[in-house]
Structure formats: structure tokens, C-alpha cells
């Protein structure tokens, strides 16, 4: 169960620690209802004093479609899991350069490959690249970390996960929820504004 208050937290926090201050942003919405990453993509919009665009069933299938509504409706804001981004770079390249008004992509769900960083960069310099990591029981994404995919960060091989949202802490842990010493494997902890109620029944 997810309050409105968990997800206003992690959606403002995005806004303010992402994008420009003031700036409207309008979103695409290609992602099923079930799939948390829709949250985002229907309220980030919105949220920002934009507008969101919803695409058609029937184009959400079709990477070139989705790359020609980025273009033909000034879509600033995409919110997609990697290997969705990797399709729509592969068969809509020509329609994603031209989209001149794409300012920010979001990418969650998945670990979020080098080659993506290297395909971003060859596209426009000036979209922002965002990964986003966090299960749905932290309100869609607890963690965001911008990504360096200029030339100085393709040396870099691991893509990290980044910092908590504001009011929200994330720890890796042991089988005794005590906190493991940096560099050692455990568990991943979320507390904060972003966790859910818990489970409905």
C-alpha cells in the first residue's frame, strides 16, 4: 500500500535534484499500469506544471512509434527500464536525435548496461541519463545517481545506483540487519518517507 505522501516525496525529490528549477516537463507514458515505473511517468509531468502524453496500446510495441511520439510531441521526460531504451536507440535512432525537446531519460527496473551509456552519448550530449534503482515497496525508485556517459565515463564499467531520495536511508546489511562494512555483500535495507505501508490482507 503506497501513500500519497511516499510518492510525492520520491517524485519532488527527483524534480528538484534532476531537473531545472521551474522548468515544465512533458512525459511520456508507455509502460503498463501494473509496472511501477508508470507512477513516474504519469506524475513527474504534472508535477513539474507539465502535461504527460500517453501512448496507444497498439504503439507501445513498436520502438519507432514510441521514438516518433518523443519527437512529434516535444516529449522532455522519458522514464523506461534499460533494455526498452536500448530497443527504441536500436530501431528508432534517426526519430530520438531528432527530438530536440528530450531533455532527461530515467532508467530503472534493470542494471543498467555500459553499452547504454556509450549509445546515450553518440545520441545527444545534452539528455541527461538518470539510473534509477529502488523496488516498488520503496515507492518505484529510493536511489538515483546521474550518469556520466561523456567520453571521460566510458572508462567507467560499473554503473552505480547513486544516493537515497531525500528523507529516505538505504543500507546494506547482514542476516542480523546490522549494516556490513563497505566493500562486503548483504542485504539492501530502505527506510524513510518513500517505504509502503506494507502488504493489502
Not at 546490522?178 to 490482507?201: L, M, Q
Amino acid at each position: 500500500m503506497l501513500c500519497h505522501v511516499s510518492l510525492a516525496n520520491v517524485i519532488q525529490g527527483s524534480l528538484a535534484r534532476h531537473c531545472r528549477e521551474g522548468e515544465s516537463l512533458i512525459a511520456l507514458q508507455q509502460s503498463a499500469v501494473s509496472f511501477n515505473l508508470c507512477f513516474g511517468q504519469v506524475v513527474m509531468g504534472p508535477c513539474s506544471g507539465g502535461s504527460v502524453v500517453v501512448a496507444f496500446m497498439d504503439q507501445r510495441s513498436d520502438p519507432q512509434e514510441i521514438c516518433k511520439i518523443t519527437r512529434d510531441e516535444s516529449v522532455s521526460l522519458i522514464i523506461a527500464t534499460p533494455s526498452e531504451l536500448a530497443y527504441w536507440l536500436r530501431y528508432g535512432e534517426t526519430e530520438l536525435m531528432e527530438a530536440a525537446n528530450s531533455r532527461y531519460a530515467f532508467s530503472g527496473g534493470e542494471a543498467l548496461p555500459h553499452t547504454l551509456k556509450t549509445s546515450f552519448r553518440q545520441l545527444n550530449n545534452d539528455l541527461k541519463l538518470v539510473n534509477i534503482y529502488g523496488p516498488a515497496e520503496a515507492s518505484v525508485w529510493c536511489t538515483t545517481a546521474e550518469i556520466d556517459n561523456s567520453a571521460k565515463g566510458e572508462k567507467e564499467t560499473v554503473t552505480p545506483v547513486g544516493r537515497p531520495m531525500a528523507n529516505c536511508g538505504v543500507f546494506v546489511v547482514d542476516k542480523d540487519l546490522k549494516p556490513v562494512p563497505s566493500g562486503f555483500s548483504g542485504e539492501i535495507a530502505v527506510t524513510g518517507a518513500g517505504v509502503a505501508n506494507g502488504y493489502f490482507g
